[in-house]
């Protein structure tokens, strides 16, 4: 019973620090963000959705991720259950590809 409840204890330790560094790029990728906004690196991610939302006529916004490393924000829409990423260029609020 004793080495049941370690065994348990083990696997559950052991897949926590699996996840846990995809949880914590997820969060240093929103401090990047805010980072290279603040320093004027890169556009808001109001001005962004505010250049981009407009143009997805009929479509419903999911929401935003950000790629601190490429500088590329990506909005997900879903338009009759189709889901649509649209990548934005940070920098320029360039529409770099809609897939």
């Known amino acids: 019973m004793k080495q049941a409840v ?3 204890l ?3 330790l052991a897949s926590a620090s699996i996840t846990a560094p995809a949880s914590a ?3 240093d990728d929103q401090g990047k963000a805010r ?3 603040n320093s004027g690196k890169v556009l808001s ?3 962004i959705e505010g250049r981009v939302v407009p143009r997805m006529r009929g479509m419903e916004y999911l929401g935003p991720e ?3 490393n490429a500088q590329v924000y ?3 829409f879903i338009d ?3 889901v649509i990423f649209v990548d934005v260029d940070a920098r320029s609020g360039s529409i770099l590809r809609q897939r």
């Open 74 to 76: 990506r909005l997900k």
């Open 45 to 47: 991610l109001r001005e």
């Open 35 to 37: 980072e290279q906004m």
């Open 80 to 82: 009759s259950g189709r």
């Open 10 to 12: 083990a696997t559950a």
């Open 25 to 27: 790029r997820k969060g």
């Open 6 to 8: 370690l065994l348990l």
């Open 66 to 68: 950000y790629d601190g």
